[in-house]
């Protein structure tokens, strides 16, 4: 028989872990909720179209990583890479734009990308999600940018580096890059052959290398922070100072490069220290330009995005489970009875349903980490798992008194 495993890039769940994924989206509902994000669910498939155009063809998402399917009616379907795209689509067509500005939402849910898997990278994701979309006000990249660092914060993901950037408007960047690829040319004996190679498609790319020569010949080359346009450079020096009020540290890295295309203006990654390869937690940015570009209304917007995998990995082995209250050593109606008397009046309990003799029944109520477990026999015993003293109790009621209830 052939066995079955999860598909290569794709991992099963388990608890305790599926509790403490569970547990992240929650704390990510309370945090943002506070600053007036309302939660909001896109489909888990869309037109391939709007990654196509929202992403950007020519990203190694577009290019390489969609999982993109027909349906019966031959229409290009693909799994959603990221959520942005998704969200600005509804945002217009839902005339979101119509409602008091900013709109501020968030999601999780799984994401799929084609890539090779390793430590931290799969195939099937789960990222959690906010955005700000109908006004470029500099108080929301900050605000997003401090309410990651929160969550973060409560998840206990250890330390991360923030590292910050401006990319100004797609017309500042594309002078940009002209600039920077004839300040490579005019340099380019002494670059590594990988990048001359690269130079004329992707100069930036220039800043990544390991290449001593190259290295060198980077350090003096023009930066794009340095080319933004007064307001875009104003937008940036905003949100700094505001980050700076709030007391988070952040390095301006020019070389920041995020791999979709939307990003105009502030953009961002946390980095954590404890990961290997993969260690981006989060990032996210502006996208002045994207609802337009998929036929909405001209409509600023700022979000990000963390791989919740990631922040799990971050943070550590799960904690112990709390275990449960009571255990009800007893089989039959009366035990049945009374475990429902206990749950509804709040208390985790368990009762036996594995056919265990007492003996069995009372080191599994110690195994579970009970509270007190209920004996169940011609008489009623309630035992303190903590002190181990055994009382009886004379009724049912009696026992709800015992055990807090
Ligand atoms: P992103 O940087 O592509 O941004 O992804 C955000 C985070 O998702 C990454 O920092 C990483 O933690 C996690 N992630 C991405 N790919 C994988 C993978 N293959 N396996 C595990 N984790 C992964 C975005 O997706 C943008 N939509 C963020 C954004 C929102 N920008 C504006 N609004």
């Excluded at 900050?142 to 990319?167: C, D, Q, W, Y």
């Excluded at 004996?189 to 010949?217: C, I, Y």
């Excluded at 100072?241 to 952040?250: M, S």
Aim: hydrophobic share 40%.
């Amino acid at each position: 028989m052939k066995k079955f495993q999860a598909s290569r890039g794709t991992v099963d769940v388990l608890p305790p872990d599926a509790r403490r994924r569970l547990r992240l989206v929650e704390i990510t509902g309370e945090v943002l909720g506070r600053a007036g994000y309302e939660p909001m669910e896109t489909p888990v498939f869309e037109d391939t179209e709007l990654f196509a155009r929202g992403v950007g063809e020519s990203t190694d998402i577009v290019q390489k990583e969609m999982f993109t399917f027909e349906d019966k009616a031959g229409r290009s379907l693909t799994l959603r890479p990221e959520a942005t795209a998704g969200i600005c689509r509804a945002y217009t067509e839902h005339g979101m734009h119509k409602l008091p500005q900013p709109v501020k939402v968030w999601t999780a849910g799984p994401f799929f990308r084609h890539e090779a898997p390793q430590a931290g990278r799969f195939r099937q994701f789960t990222q959690i999600d906010a955005e700000a979309l109908g006004s470029d006000d500099p108080t929301l990249d900050a605000e997003l940018i401090l309410l990651l660092a929160e969550i973060f914060e409560r998840v206990r993901t250890g330390p991360s580096r923030l590292r910050l950037s401006s990319l100004g408007t797609p017309a500042t960047r594309a002078d940009y890059i002209d600039e920077l690829a004839a300040y490579l040319r005019a340099h380019e004996g002494e670059l590594s052959e990988e990048v001359r190679g690269r130079l004329e498609q992707n100069p930036l790319r220039a800043f990544d290398a390991d290449h001593p020569g190259t290295k060198a010949v980077m350090t003096d080359a023009p930066r794009l922070v340095d080319r933004l346009t007064t307001e875009d450079a104003e937008h940036f020096a905003e949100v700094r100072a505001l980050l700076d009020a709030a007391g988070l540290p952040y390095e301006i890295d020019s070389t920041l490069v995020r791999g979709l295309d939307y990003y105009t203006r502030t953009v961002f990654e946390f980095v954590s220290e404890r990961l290997g390869a993969q260690a981006a937690l989060g990032g996210g940015g502006r996208y002045d330009g994207l609802v337009e570009e998929l036929g909405g209304p001209p409509t600023p917007g700022v979000g990000w995005a963390a791989g919740v995998e990631r922040m799990l990995m971050a943070a550590g082995p799960a904690e112990q489970d709390h275990g449960i209250d009571v255990f009800v050593a007893g089989t039959g109606r009366d035990a049945f009875v009374l475990v429902g008397q206990l749950r509804s009046s709040g208390l985790r309990t368990q009762m036996e349903q594995a056919g265990r003799s007492l003996k069995g029944q009372l080191k599994h109520a110690d195994r579970l980490g009970a509270r007190w477990t209920v004996i169940l026999g011609d008489e009623i015993e309630v035992k303190d798992m903590d002190t181990g003293a055994q009382q009886r109790a004379e009724s049912v009621d009696d026992v709800l008194g015992m055990v807090g209830a």
